[in-house]
């Protein structure tokens, strides 16, 4: 099997526009008879949604949640990425696209990644048409600050709930074509499977979780947008009902998955301070524009960080990487605090923090300053920790976060089921194997508002022939017998440990063999571990309850039944990439300073797996990456 | 610390519900209170009996989804919170808590916990946006709105629909959300233009959906974990006036 990308032909500014003025069109006539089903409600799928609802697609649009405004992109914080040079300060799409593919170390297509900053300027004007209300200046005009791994100020924010803003402008959009009746809305369902007929994605299986009542719905495409998994780490930054499930089980019907194992793990999210812990908050990257993080000189401190004299104090960041100092990207900044923390220089009840410190800001620039800027996020990190971070400095960890990893998609966001259409955070496109701050916002608006609807209708084009599916196709039957013995499988193990035991040992495996760090001893030992694990799950897993009622219990063990395997193969991934970069970070492969060393020669490709059937190894199909307009350098932000 | 739960459990709509007593040890301050409850479903699951349901999901105040009332109060004890931003450090070992749904005749209960909050989506869907498509936006900065303004707007639309503000009115009126929206929009430009029809119909929807009155009690504002202000009352019952006089 030959990947490809299906990259439009000309320079790369131009493949945007050559891709839209050649895409098929459907006529507004034929668009009524098309039915288009969108799972999951976050900027992604309500995006999508919306739009393609207003062109005059009959839309679905299916999401865990109660209301479709609860999605998780409702939690982004800092900001959204725009090549707008509002600030004057030299910005531009090439230079966006630029640091976006470095930031990415030089793992991610360059077309793509030219089209997300290309289309990001747009997106504003979409989002402020909408009413979302981002900072301005007292003139009126747009403002910005800067975020991670640039040296331009290029992020829109609302506050520091820009992500929950951006999140109520495209759920506005998608309720306004529910009111339309151009989208029938199910919330409180979760897609348990992908109907493939003829090689062509036709449907999905649904559960409704309030009744147990399990649904098949037809469609001539279908769309997931149901963003990343870092959950499975179970200690993460995520909702706690982020999931695998709906991109695993396309993934088991023949969508390839691309680099799983590249997770980002954010460096700035409260530490954790017990073992009844659900979940580590974040505090956005933003914080860093004005905080300085730092440990204590001397190892196991037990002076309180204002009695820590200032030259007393390992600004390590600043050290390390003056160029960037307290913005250095992520993944940088991440395993930096673990270096330190790891040399016994952690901070916090655990030692397993640093210190996150705004007064210098606030003697610069006033409290007033600051509690604009961020004082949901101070009042936030109150309420969790009952200390006062304009006194005192915030205490913070690394925490998993984004899956750069995902769906393989070409240039259209088509898995390698026909049809079958992945986008934002559930797909591998953009980021590479480390996101910059920010991209995230972006790329899941950039793939609802503006690529879904021309490479939708691009192969809807080739439908218009196509009849509606019956969903009583003997596909449909045989789907949802599985889904139905699988459910039972569960329940009638009736074991003597929860879902929940499982979860959390799975997410200690993977905080320590394929986290931060990865090495190859390690990853095997994980392996064996995942496959027990497993094992041990069908065995003595404990569900209460029925199927066919509401039972939150069962909702929990399906996925945890899912990230049990796709653990196993996103060590394999790490497994077998013998090099370090960007959040993959292999202890063999590193330069005597500890950064990433890179081998672009025998792993410049993307991996894509290829589900092979229970029991089976996974087989690796590379997708080579060319980079024709960028020279492949040494990451550096020293 | 050890305490003693009264937990309302009620298998659905349609059957009587009623507080249950659970004793939980062990509780450490640090904990979150939708820990707790965690820690309570983790015993009963593994006694073989059925967990509380109840709605959560970011666990970082945002989404809007968790909402309980305890000991009587719309988020716990402690204002402007979320459930799960409550903490059990403002609990004392030995204590009882009366944990319930939010309770209104427009939030049917679901399951133990778990109420139908769907009614807010529906006022939402009878005008809670701007008429504009994907791509028919101008440029961005050609529509200046002062530092105050957006600041203003952003007051307005930071409210997360929990429906604390319901569940802890006497009447059980969702003025406070249906307001916080309304004067969102009507306070930017680009929302102005609709405003008028706007209120008419979000107001008519909040009426059909059984929701209560405003009796100007402010006890919405005390409770609302975003500090939504009543004065968005005040605009919303302004611009349904105007709206209203204008439409004869």
Redesign the interface.
């Known amino acids: 099997m030959e990947l490809n990308a299906k990259i439009p032909p000309g320079p790369l500014k131009d493949k945007w526009s050559f891709y839209k003025d050649h895409a098929k069109l459907v006529n507004p006539a034929n668009r009524k008879k098309m039915d288009v089903i969108v799972v999951g409600t976050g900027l992604a799928g309500s995006?999508a949604a919306?739009?393609l609802a207003?062109m005059g697609y009959n839309v679905k649009s299916f999401c865990f949640?109660?209301?479709?405004?609860?999605a998780?992109s409702?939690?982004a914080q800092g900001g959204v990425n725009a090549a707008?040079n509002?600030k004057n300060d030299g910005d531009s799409v090439y230079r966006m696209f630029y640091d976006t593919i470095k930031g990415g170390d030089f793992r991610s297509r360059e077309a793509n990644v030219y089209r997300l900053a290309e289309c990001s300027a747009?997106l504003?004007?979409?989002?402020?048409?909408?009413?979302v209300?981002?900072?301005?200046?007292?003139?009126?005009?747009?403002n910005n600050r800067s975020f991670g791994g640039v040296q331009v100020s290029r992020t829109f924010y609302?506050?520091g709930?820009t992500g929950?803003?951006l999140l109520?402008g495209s759920?506005?959009?998608l309720?306004?074509q529910?009111?339309a009746k151009t989208v029938k809305?199910y919330?409180r369902h979760e897609m348990l499977d992908v109907v493939v007929i003829d090689g062509k994605a036709r449907g999905v299986i649904v559960r409704n979780l309030?009744t147990g009542e399990i649904e098949r719905h037809s469609a001539h495409t279908i769309i997931l947008a149901t963003g990343g998994f870092g959950k499975i780490y179970y200690l993460s930054t995520l909702?706690?009902?982020c999931n695998a499930s709906a991109i695993w089980r396309a993934h088991k019907r023949g969508a390839l998955m691309a680099c799983p194992s590249w997770t980002q793990v954010h460096p700035t999210s409260l530490p954790q301070?017990?073992d009844?812990?659900?979940?580590l908050?974040?505090m956005s990257e933003s914080l860093r524009n004005d905080g300085r993080i730092w440990v204590p000189l001397k190892s196991s401190e037990d002076r309180k960080p204002n009695d820590i004299p200032e030259s007393e104090r390992d600004y390590y960041l600043e050290r390390r990487y003056p160029a960037f100092g307290n913005l250095a990207p992520r993944d940088i900044s991440s395993r930096a605090a673990k270096e330190r923390i790891d040399a016994g220089f952690g901070v916090g009840p655990q030692r397993n923090a640093v210190y996150l410190d705004f007064s210098k800001a606030i003697k610069e620039q006033g409290k007033g300053q600051i509690k604009e800027k961020y004082g949901n996020l101070f009042d936030?990190y109150r309420?969790?920790t009952?200390t006062d971070a304009y006194v005192e400095p915030m205490m913070i960890s690394p925490a998993a976060h984004f899956s750069m990893g995902g769906l393989w998609v070409d240039y259209e966001l088509m898995t390698t089921i026909p049809g079958l259409f992945a986008l934002g955070e559930a797909n591998f496109a953009d980021h590479g194997a480390n996101r910059l701050g920010a991209n995230s916002l972006l790329q899941a608006c950039v793939d609802g508002?503006?690529i879904a609807?021309y490479t939708v209708s691009n192969y809807l084009a080739g439908e218009i022939k196509s009849e509606r599916v019956l969903i009583d196709h003997q596909a449909f039957i045989d789907a949802e017998v599985q889904v139905r013995a699988q459910l039972s499988k569960l329940l009638e193990t009736n074991g003597?440990k929860?879902a929940?035991y499982y979860h959390k040992t799975l997410g200690k495996l993977l905080y320590d063999y394929c986290g931060l760090s990865r090495s190859k001893k390690g990853l095997i030992h994980a392996i064996e571990e995942i496959k027990k694990l497993r094992a041990d799950f069908y065995k003595d897993l404990?569900?209460?309850?029925d199927e066919d009622e509401?039972n939150?219990?069962l909702e929990k063990a399906g996925r945890i039944g899912d990230y049990l395997e796709v653990a196993e193969l996103m060590c394999l991934d790490a497994l077998t990439r013998d090099e370090s970069c960007g959040a993959h970070f292999r202890e063999e492969y590193q330069t005597p300073e500890g950064e990433a060393l890179r081998n672009d020669e025998k792993f410049c490709f993307v991996s894509a797996w290829k589900w092979q059937g229970e029991g089976q190894e996974e087989l690796l199909i590379p997708e080579p990456l060319h980079f024709e307009n960028v020279e492949l350098a040494v990451r550096s932000y020293k | 610390m050890k305490l003693y739960l009264k937990i309302w459990r009620q298998s659905d709509a349609a059957s009587q519900g009623k507080l249950v007593d659970y004793e939980l040890d062990n509780v450490i301050p640090h904990m979150s209170f939708l820990e707790m409850m965690d820690t309570l479903n983790e015993e009963l699951v593994l006694k073989g009996d059925r967990p509380v349901e109840f709605d959560h999901d970011c666990r970082e105040g945002i989404c809007g989804q968790c909402g309980m009332m305890i000991n009587g109060q719309a988020h716990g004890p402690i204002a402007n919170l979320t459930t799960c931003q409550l903490h059990m450090r403002e609990f004392k070992d030995g204590d009882t808590i009366y944990v319930e749904p939010f309770r209104a005749l427009a939030f049917p209960i679901k399951r133990d916990l778990r109420v139908d909050r769907s009614a807010f989506d529906r006022i939402i869907m009878a005008g809670g946006f701007i008429s504009v498509n994907t791509g028919q936006a101008p440029e961005a900065n050609g529509i200046p709105i002062t530092h105050e303004q957006a600041e203003s707007a952003f007051d307005s639309a930071a409210c997360i629909g929990c429906g604390a503000c319901v569940a802890t009115c006497k009447n059980s009126s969702a003025a406070l959300f249906t307001s916080a929206k309304i004067s969102h929009l009507a306070k930017l430009p680009q929302g102005k233009m609709e405003s008028r029809k706007r209120v008419l119909s979000m107001v008519k929807q909040m009426d059909e959906e059984n929701f209560g009155h405003c009796s100007n009690t402010e006890a919405c504002e005390v409770e609302c974990p975003q500090q939504i202000s009543v004065l968005n009352i005040a605009r919303m019952n302004w611009e349904y006036s105007l709206s209203s006089v204008l439409k004869k």
């Open positions: 995006a919306a739009s207003e949640q109660d209301s479709a405004r609860r998780h409702v939690a707008k509002y747009q504003i004007d979409q989002a402020v048409a909408q009413g209300p981002f900072g301005r200046e007292y003139g009126g005009y747009l609302a506050r709930q929950q803003q109520l759920y506005q959009a309720m306004r529910v009111a809305l919330t309030d909702a706690m009902g301070s017990g009844y812990q659900s979940k908050t974040l936030m309420k969790i009952a508002y503006f609807p003597t929860t929940d404990k569900v209460p309850g509401m939150g219990e």
